[in-house]
């Protein structure tokens, strides 16, 4: 056997470095298609009842006011009568039966998309046996994008010594496949409208209504301990807000329930005792729900949740009673954010009559 020569030694070494090139490139390609699958898995897809996904696909710095609450705020705000009416940008970011604990979550996640002017932080507060369901937690943080908040706030809310409960909703949450499947989705959903943000009542069913109280009398009742811890966590929001260089102003929504106004009293007097919290502005509805906004008992289809009338008349009042004393520095959207609003508050308006229309009203 022949002794290689040089010139075969470099023919070797040549190939030997070709080979590790091209399982570099090979391992660079798998490694970017990978994180590019990773990416378009663990980003939250499309859920029916989520205002996230559209919030997250806005452009920049395109929504003004932003509310952040559960279903109530759900019923009660619609952005899009509040663009047609007065040329202002809002929307709602929401889930229902959430905590304080939670919508904290959802307003520091909202604030990293967008820069609203205004914050509307809606405060009705469930019992902890409701707000604390499996699928209360996974319809809230279906809704997220990875974060260290989301993070933080599973870590709050799932125990940590149930393994899976903390695990599969980090992952199994994030899942895009509807949306990589379905390419067509739209902000506005005809089957699911509450994707809109703010347009739980065109899903309410006329001939399915709870027990109404309305008005609703009332004392403040005594807070029970969840209740109560729940309020710890205002400062934050707060800070929140500042840091954001939002204006801030705490909401309850109307209700019709007497049990439901005397737990909103003992939320409102504690508040007003708590040092900073009882700095910030107050927009209590119910103080006007019958007086200012015309409300009946007709308006409501359970008692935290208003009919698509009730809601119309309770963005008209809180735009001219609240939120236009926060408005005189916003600025015009440019053009083609406008546009986009025109369009969707088109489609808006639509869904709004087919569904008056098949009440026939």
């Not at 604990?101 to 820069?115: I, P, V």
């Not at 993070?151 to 496949?177: C, K």
């Not at 811890?229 to 929140?240: G, M, N, S």
Request: charged share 20%; proline share 7%.
């Amino acid at each position: 056997m022949t002794n290689p020569t040089r010139a075969d030694r470099k023919q070797k070494q040549k190939r030997l470095a070709a080979i590790r090139a091209l399982k570099g490139l090979i391992f660079c390609a798998i490694a970017i298609s990978l994180l590019i699958v990773a990416n378009a898995v663990m980003h939250p897809g499309h859920r029916p009842f989520d205002s996230w996904p559209a919030y997250s696909n806005l452009p920049d710095d395109s929504v003004q006011i932003l509310v952040v609450g559960n279903s109530h705020a759900f019923a009660t705000f619609a952005p899009m009568q509040m663009w047609d009416e007065a040329g202002v940008t809002s929307w709602v970011l929401g889930s229902g039966s959430t905590t304080v604990e939670q919508r904290l979550t959802m307003l520091q996640a909202g604030l990293k998309e967008q820069s609203p002017q205004v914050v509307l932080f809606e405060l009705w507060i469930p019992d902890q046996e409701e707000s604390q369901r499996p699928e209360v937690q996974t319809a809230l943080y279906s809704q997220l994008p990875l974060s260290s908040y989301k993070i933080q706030g599973l870590m709050r809310d799932v125990p940590a010594e149930n393994f899976w409960r903390y695990t599969i909703p980090l992952v199994q949450n994030h899942s895009r496949w509807d949306d990589l499947i379905h390419a067509d989705f739209e902000i506005f959903d005809q089957d699911e409208p509450r994707v809109s943000g703010g347009a739980r009542p065109l899903v309410a069913d006329i001939n399915n209504r709870a027990e109404i109280q309305f008005p609703p009398i009332a004392e403040p009742a005594e807070l029970d301990p969840f209740v109560a811890d729940q309020l710890e966590i205002l400062p934050a929001v707060i800070e929140a807000c500042e840091q954001a260089g939002a204006d801030l102003i705490f909401l309850f929504t109307p209700v019709a329930s007497d049990e439901m106004m005397a737990r909103i009293l003992g939320i409102r007097q504690a508040m007003a005792n708590t040092p900073h919290v009882s700095d910030i502005r107050v927009a209590d509805m119910n103080q006007f729900a019958q007086s200012d906004m015309g409300l009946t008992a007709d308006d409501f289809y359970d008692p935290g949740h208003l009919y698509l009338w009730g809601m119309q008349a309770a963005t008209s009042w809180l735009y001219q009673e609240v939120i236009r004393f926060h408005t005189d520095d916003i600025q015009p959207p440019q053009p083609e954010v406008a546009q986009w609003w025109d369009n969707q508050a088109v489609h808006w308006n639509s869904m709004q009559s087919e569904w008056l229309t098949e009440l026939e009203f």
